[in-house]
């Protein structure tokens, strides 16, 4: 059983950043596939980046299109955690933030990487952390 827990959320004035945190409590987390979520009140769950494990020490990182050049994913193997650095954020950017894990250890691929934007591809959720961008 996998456990997720992020921190790290906050409000901030547009323009502004935060850096989330997700730290897992698992033994084989380098080789985890990492996602980021985000839900809006009133809104569904949309898929923000990803840090996905291709083999060895190799990941690729996957960016949902109005966050790319804003937000970067990155993990530190040796702390169980992942984290998302935002940057410039936008009031519509205000969201809970959720980590998820897929821990099945398949290695995945720079051509099928696209599939872990899909939230069904991750079995374990963190309780989510708020973020709120004033403008």
């Known amino acids: 059983q996998e456990q997720l827990v992020e921190s790290g959320g906050g409000l901030v004035q547009a323009g502004g950043s935060l850096r989330l945190s997700c730290a897992a409590s698992g033994r084989t987390f380098s080789t985890y596939h990492l996602g980021w979520f985000r839900q809006a009140p009133g809104k569904e769950r949309e898929f923000v980046a990803a840090s996905i494990w291709i083999g060895s020490n190799i990941y690729r990182t996957l960016y949902e299109e109005s966050v790319k050049g804003r937000f970067t994913v990155s993990r530190d193997n040796a702390k169980n955690t992942v984290y998302l650095q935002m940057d410039s954020l936008k009031p519509e950017d205000t969201a809970i933030y959720y980590c998820?894990?897929?821990?099945?250890?398949?290695?995945?691929?720079?051509?099928?990487?696209?599939?872990?934007?899909?939230?069904?591809?991750?079995?374990?959720w963190g309780q989510g952390t708020q973020v709120t961008v004033s403008s």
């Open positions: 998820a894990a897929d821990v099945s250890q398949n290695r995945g691929t720079y051509s099928d990487s696209d599939k872990y934007s899909d939230a069904d591809k991750y079995a374990y």
